[in-house]
């Protein structure tokens, strides 16, 4: 007997609709939209983190301090997988600021690359724990490398170099088995290699160079080295015998022995000795030969009281004096063969580079004769020996990229250390004629407060100058990149950065015949040496910036609206880099308010009203200043950064204002003991109201 089932109620009835109708939307769904677009919620905070600690660089398209979707709608730089970020390459922009702090947030990422940029401070503690490869060269960071990197197994790639990282490392590369290439070159590490480079079993590339290192490097034995470049390090001992083999081993700088410092290592050792040896037995023989030849002349001279004159003078070889010295030559040389065996190779460095002709000299000099008002010093540098200082103008050496060029450090065996700036920008007309009319009028100018050039280079379509080497690089760096932990500068030493920049212009302006046109007046071309004195870089390269806008914040008003660019135009920047000096901050900055974006403009109203000159002053400063100083520093300001060109004063005039703030230095003993103390030595000498 079948029961019929009971009816169903409305209730049931409705519930098992709208369950049926609710399982088809969300089964169509799938099907029409199997993987969400939106980018996984941690990923994008931790972008977020990025483009804020980076200052927001309006340079990043795409890029949001606030929510977004880089995996839907692309962010510059940002490559996804789904829903997750995996890649973030963004070298050479110019960015500046750090990394943040959420890093360990991007679990999928496995390329991380920040390389040539201007970011500052330490590295984050925690980076994408899952990368691969990682490259944050070229920048200007501090601290040492984080110990999180002993967790990140799966790293093949690490380049660190070119920064500023100090310390002894941590034995923290154990569990780096799938590491391949190392670079921790051009830093301040110091100390012995850590122990646990023993364990890099994949390691092919290990680059040390320019630190500090010291020690033996007996724990990279037997590691399977292809290329290992331990330069200018304070390395001792002997070179372990299994690197000695490997295809590039560079070594110069150090104490060690036992290989050739030739970059092919242990087979150019051999090759090294074999031509030495071949060279020294042609020598002998050489030797032996003439030995042989004299005596016969001697014998056939005995039965004769005369010398054949004309015979005589017609000999290819110089008579040697005597027998005697002869033999004891061929002695020595045979005792230095036999030397090869035990002894350790020659060294076959080249000579330091000097300079070499490459250009016609003589139209040079008729070009530095026609237009000279003083001896000029720029000599001719050949590609090959600055090519060989920069190391082929490598990432590793890169200084800075401006406007018109890339600036490289250049150094030589014996020390010297110079600065050379490749120049990428053209010429109008005849290039070779235009550019050696430029050196011959930037060789005239000598002045203690702008950059000397030293020499140049044209050949195979490079323009190359060399400058002299400033230690502290530019104000730029100083004013905006230290970080937290650098002593500041105080505000003696910006006056004085700004008396001495004033200086350099009046003597471009005002003693130059015909007057120069700087046109680039900015912080990042005043450097520092030692001491922190001023050189004003990049003068007499005005052809090169024709129609450009250089710098944001820089430019005066007439040269932005009508590209007409006058001696007043340079003193509209000069007044920038005062404000810089004045407020610590950049002359343009989007990561500020709007109002507050231009420094000029949210500076000006300011400059008269002392409450709010006040609240300008960079924090960094803490207060340490002389109000009347301040005071007549924003006067001077106010002159030089006038709308109206003809109303702004002349150099001279800014010379001799600034000039009224510095006091005679009996009186600076009566000032009072909360004034700081300048990072020069000589400061004592400077004193301002």
Known sequence: MVMAAPPLSSTTFAFSTFSSSFFFFAVSSLLINPAASDTKSADVSALNVIFQSLNSPSQLSGWKSNGGDPCDKPWQGITCSG??????????????????????????????????????????????????????????????????????????????????????????????????????????????????????????????????????????????????????????????????????????????????????????????????????????????????????????????????????????????????????????????????????????????????????????????????????????????????????????????????????????????????????????????????????????????????????????????????????ESLHEFLHLSDDYSRPLTWDTRVRIALETARALEYLHEVCSPSSIHKNIKSANILLDAELNAHLSECGLTAYYEGQNLSPGYDAPEFTNTRAYTLKSDIYSFGVVMLELLTGRRPFDSSKPMAEQSLVSWAIPQLHDMGSLKQMVDPALHGLYPPKSLSRFADVIAQCVLLEPELRPAMTEVVRSLAQCVRPAGINNKLSGKMSTSLRSDDSDYGYY
């Open 83 to 472: 829903s997750s970020v995996t890649e973030i390459k963004l070298p050479g922009l110019g960015l500046s600021g750090t990394l943040g702090y959420q890093l360990s947030s991007l679990t999928s990422v496995t390329y991380f690359d920040f390389s040539k940029n201007n970011l500052h401070g330490d590295i984050p503690y925690q980076l994408p724990p899952n990368a691969l490869h990682i490259d944050l060269a070229g920048n200007t960071l501090t601290g040492g490398i984080p110990y999180s990197i002993s967790q990140m197994t799966d790293l093949e790639y690490l380049n660190l170099a070119g920064n500023q990282l100090k310390g002894q490392m941590s034995d923290m590369f154990g569990k780096l088995q799938k590491m391949s290439e190392l670079d921790l070159s051009f830093n301040h590490f110091s100390g012995d290699l850590p122990e646990s480079f023993g364990s890099l079993r994949n390691l092919k590339t290990l680059h040390l160079q320019n630190n500090q290192f010291s020690g033996s490097i007996n724990v990279l034995a037997d590691l399977p080295l292809d290329d290992l470049n331990v330069q200018n390090n304070q390395f001792t001992g002997q070179v372990p015998p299994k690197l000695k083999d490997i295809d590039n081993l560079q070594i110069d700088g150090t104490s060690l022995s036992g290989s050739s410092s030739s970059k092919k290592g242990g087979k150019a050792k051999g090759m090294n000795i074999a031509i030495i040896a071949g060279v020294v037995i042609a020598v002998l023989l050489v030797i032996v030969l003439l030995l042989a030849v004299l005596r016969k002349a001697k014998s056939s001279s005995a039965s004769s009281p005369y010398i054949d004159e004309h015979s005589y003078q017609n000999r290819s070889f110089t008579p040697l004096a005597d027998n005697e010295l002869i033999e004891q030559a061929v002695v020595s040389s045979s005792l230095n063969l036999k030397g090869l065996q035990t002894s350790p190779p020659m060294d076959l460095k080249p000579p330091p580079p000097g300079p070499h002709e490459s250009l016609n000299e003589n139209e040079f000099s008729v070009k530095l004769n026609k237009h000279s008002i003083g001896h000029a010093h720029a000599i001719t540098y050949s590609l090959i020996d600055l090519r060989a200082a920069t190391g082929s103008f490598s990432s590793s050496r890169l200084l800075g990229e401006g406007s018109i060029g890339s600036v490289y450090k250049a150094k030589y065996a014996d020390g010297k250390v110079l600065t050379v700036k490749k120049i990428d920008s053209k010429l109008p007309g005849d290039s070779s004629s235009a550019f050696m009319d430029i050196i011959a009028a930037i060789s005239r100018m000598h002045h203690p407060n702008i950059s000397e050039l030293i020499g140049f280079c044209s050949e195979s379509g490079y323009q190359l100058l060399v400058y002299e080497f400033q230690r502290n």
